[in-house]
């Protein structure tokens, strides 16, 4: 990843001290109605992810977590704030629950089920602690460079899975290798940090299965189900059907991520200037595409519009110009084509456009001198990390939030 701000120094901090360090609050794309046949949730958790509050809470009201709508996922490390859908339910039910690290704020009713992206933006709070005050005014040199020139808008490393494997098996998927997915998911043993795991890997990449199905720990329910799915019907689409569709799409997803990563970073020096072919962005969503830059620069350094980069599919809309020949090469040397993103099994992807940069809202900074701590407050577009941001002010590694639905 590169820095916007790599020629201010540094202001190094710990992020997630503990969970009360970051908070994230959803906001939500409109307004609930208070009436229809979905009850609205707005729930705080600490401590836990998204997945798991679902679990717990439809555990306690026999509901089927399939059926929950959640407009974006918001990890374990951090207190956050978001609300969940669930149909023909009573309102009442939901305010009586007594769950461990989770709280019921407020309930209400709305027409529609909650879906992916319903939400407007996501409100943070941080505090970076064992902070320097020499070091406070670097930090509030790049906070004003990206509030000039925007925010990078990488996909950060969290989109990539724990071991970085996601692109490789969505690439896989996207050849019709399915030996090759297999063995992203289930080898790999020379990068498996945890010990009983690298053994079972490495039992798998010899070719014994079973025993590698022995090896894996009870709680590995993904990688078990993969395995019995390949010893039942060969690393085949019959056994790739086995698998969660959510964790599939995922993967495919992370190939769009990393390619979009890449034509990023090839026009870095660049991301916030307008090139002729270029398809810009407006703040209402829209898409335009560039004939005159020079005409559309002012726009762009008032934050106004924002060059885009490809989200790869089938259908997408590819630029022209510099901009198009870039795309269309950073996706020929990942081997792939338009049509190949089109591979069915629920599994296609259309393809979008993507803003290279973002803009931070309602940004604060406070130093507390004694606590050695500086909190920050800003808010930023549904899709956008805030380890990003994170990451230009202390240049090291920021634990995962999953802060960018």
Known sequence: MKYASAHIPACPGTIKAVNEDFRVFEVPLYQFSGSGDHTLVHIEKAGISTFEA????????????????YAGLKDARGVTRQWLSFEHTNPESFLALNIPKLKVLEVTRHGNKLKRGHLAANRFEVVLREVEAANVPHAQATLQLLARRGVPNWYDTQRFGRRGENPDAGLAILRGDLEAYFKVLLGGAEHEPDAAVREARAAFEEGKLEAALELWPRRANQERAALNAV???????????K???????????????????????????????VWDGDICRLPNGADFLV?????????????????????????????QGREGELEQRIQQEAGLTAEMWDIGR??????????????????????????RALKLA????????????LKEITRGEVPHTGDAD
């Open 243 to 273: 698998l969660p569709q959510k964790l599939k799409l995922l993967q495919v997803s992370s190939v769009q991520s990393l390619l979009f990563n890449r034509v990023l970073e090839a026009r870095f020096d660049e991301y916030d200037r």
């Open 378 to 389: 800003f808010t930023l577009p549904k899709g956008c990390y805030a380890t990003v941001l």
């Open 231 to 241: 010893l039942r019907d060969g690393p085949t689409w019959k056994a790739l059907k």
């Open 54 to 69: 679902i679990r717990r809470i439809c555990r306690e009201l026999k509901f089927n977590e399939r059926d929950v709508g």
């Open 291 to 319: 004939e005159d830059a020079a005409a559309e620069q002012p726009r762009a350094e008032a934050l106004e519009i924002s060059p885009t980069g490809p989200i790869y599919g089938h259908k997408f809309r590819l630029a």
């Open 346 to 371: 629920g599994l296609s992807q259309k393809g979008d456009r993507r803003p290279f940069r973002f803009a931070a809202s309602e940004v604060a900074s406070e130093y507390d001198s004694a606590e």
